[in-house]
Each structure stands twice: as structure tokens, then as C-alpha cells.
Nanobody, 113 residues
Framework: QVRLEESGGGLVERGSSLRLDCSAS????????MAWYRQAPGKERELVAA?????VTNYADFAKGRFTISRTENSIALDMNALEPEDSGVYYC?????????WGQGIQVTVAS
């Protein structure tokens, strides 16, 4: 099991940039498949971006060209640019290894129009 803690959220204006960080309690690379998810009020949690054990990245369509996921041995980050109000929500860090699914507590991102 690995504990995850997100940081870097907050309130920003439309068009701004924001970086989210997720710190893990142990080494996660290259053991875990890491990802960022988000959940807006009244909506289901959705994948934002993921990075595999081999460093291969995958992005949701809404994130392509605007968001970048990166990782170190014990953390991942999400750099977000050109933020829109629709990007508002709680962002969660996830570390997955087979049946082991670990989540952070989530961090709020609010983009003002």
C-alpha cells in the first residue's frame, strides 16, 4: 500500500496555469501505474492523465495539448495550462498495481470565469 498526498490546488482565473503535485509515501516508479483523476460536482470521477511504469503517457481528450503529466521515483505532477471553468473539480492522485488501488484525499481546483 502507498499513501498519496496531493498539493498545489487553488483558485485561479480562466486561462491561467496550475501545477498539481502528488507525493507518495514510498517509491512508486516503476512499480505503480500512476494517474490523475478529477471529479466535478454531480459528475462521475474521470481520468485526466496517466503514466505507465515505462513512462508512457495517456491523456483524456480534454487534457491533450493543455496538461502534462510527469513522474519521479516517488511523486507525480500535473501541469495544467489554459485552464477553463470546466476544469474545476477535485483532482485525485492514483497509484495502481494489479488489485492494489491507492487514492489520495483529493485537492480542489477552481477556475473562475
Amino acid at each position: 500500500q502507498v499513501r498519496l498526498e496531493e498539493s498545489g490546488g487553488g483558485l485561479v482565473e480562466r486561462g491561467s496555469s496550475l501545477r498539481l503535485d502528488c507525493s507518495a509515501s514510498r517509491t512508486v516508479f516503476p512499480i505503480y501505474f500512476m494517474a490523475w483523476y478529477r471529479q466535478a460536482p454531480g459528475k462521475e470521477r474521470e481520468l485526466v492523465a496517466a503514466i505507465s511504469n515505462a513512462g508512457v503517457t495517456n491523456y483524456a481528450d480534454f487534457a491533450k495539448g493543455r496538461f502534462t503529466i510527469s513522474r519521479t521515483e516517488n511523486s507525480i505532477a500535473l501541469d495544467m495550462n489554459a485552464l477553463e471553468p470546466e476544469d474545476s473539480g477535485v483532482y485525485y492522485c492514483n497509484a495502481n498495481k494489479g488489485n492494489a488501488d491507492n487514492w489520495g484525499q483529493g485537492i480542489q481546483v477552481t477556475v473562475a470565469s
